[in-house]
């Protein structure tokens, strides 16, 4: 009976995990760099909440001498929730303190089909479809999610500076990169914006659930911000 029993719950315990195949909770930290000089520290965490929800949030923050004359800290967070292997967000937040402060949100009414948009101190609503709209910081979950599944290609609508803009990757081959935690064979991305003038790519490691573990964003003005990922602590 007791052999019986044990089986029972190791059929149980494979039957739950088959089911639960979204990302695990994690903490991952980056070093920043602006044009190639040393800026400062960047967290990003994945976390479940008591109420059923996700929480995925970026801090970006200037240390060490760069603090001492421009302090800023830039903090993304979404709150979202996973429901039929969709993804489905709830609220973003984009908070920047010390140097030119700024808050912008979105709030995403399911119930209304709407988002409201608080950008530039403006407010604006948005009609929803329901075809894998996500917000800025999102979109890069939503790749992992994605990636994990045995996607290549794959296109989003997101929520961006109070318009709903297509965000179509371009896949650009296998490519190995080197991190804080050794060199990691990672699937490169591409993305440019509306008017071609700037451009941001991700370097997600098959390894680390596709994790991201650099990210590069290129401005108009041939400004290039980089994050590069020194660990990461899977929670769950």
């Known amino acids: 009976m007791k052999q019986i029993m044990i089986g029972l719950l190791f059929l149980w315990h494979l039957a ?7 990302l695990p909770a994690f903490t991952a930290k980056y070093d920043v760099y602006v044009n190639s000089f040393s800026l400062g520290e960047g967290i990003r965490t994945l976390k479940y909440l008591p109420n059923g929800t996700i929480e995925f949030k970026s801090v970006a923050r200037t240390t060490g001498f760069i603090s001492l004359f421009k302090s800023i800290e830039i903090e993304e967070l979404s709150l979202f929730k996973y429901t039929d292997g969709k993804i489905i967000p709830l609220k973003y937040t984009y908070r920047q303190t010390g140097h030119r402060a700024r808050l912008n949100t979105i709030v995403f009414d ?22 894998n709209i996500l917000d800025k910081l999102l979109y890069q979950v939503g790749i992992m999610h994605a990636l994990e599944q045995g996607q290549r290609q794959f296109d989003y609508k997101v929520i961006d500076k109070g318009k709903i803009r297509v965000y179509k990757p371009e896949f650009l081959g296998y490519v190995n990169i080197e991190t804080g935690i050794g060199k990691l064979e990672t699937l ?6 509306s ?15 596709y994790l991201p573990v650099k990210v590069e964003h290129v401005e108009s003005n041939g400004d290039v911000f980089k994050l590069i990922l020194q660990s990461v602590k899977w929670l769950k």
């Not at 739950?16 to 979204?22: E, I, M, S």
């Not at 399911?110 to 075809?131: C, G, P, S």
């Not at 490169?188 to 914006?193: A, G, I, L, P």
């Not at 451009?199 to 659930?209: E, I, P, V």
Request: hydrophobic share 35%.
């Open 16 to 22: 739950a995990y088959a089911t639960d195949d979204f």
């Open 110 to 131: 399911w119930l209304k089909k709407v988002a409201i948009t608080h950008f530039k101190n403006q407010d604006q609503v948005i009609a929803l479809d329901e075809n």
């Open 188 to 193: 490169q991305y591409k993305r440019f914006s």
């Open 195 to 209: 008017n071609k003038k700037r451009h941001t790519s991700l370097w997600c490691a098959s390894k680390l659930h």
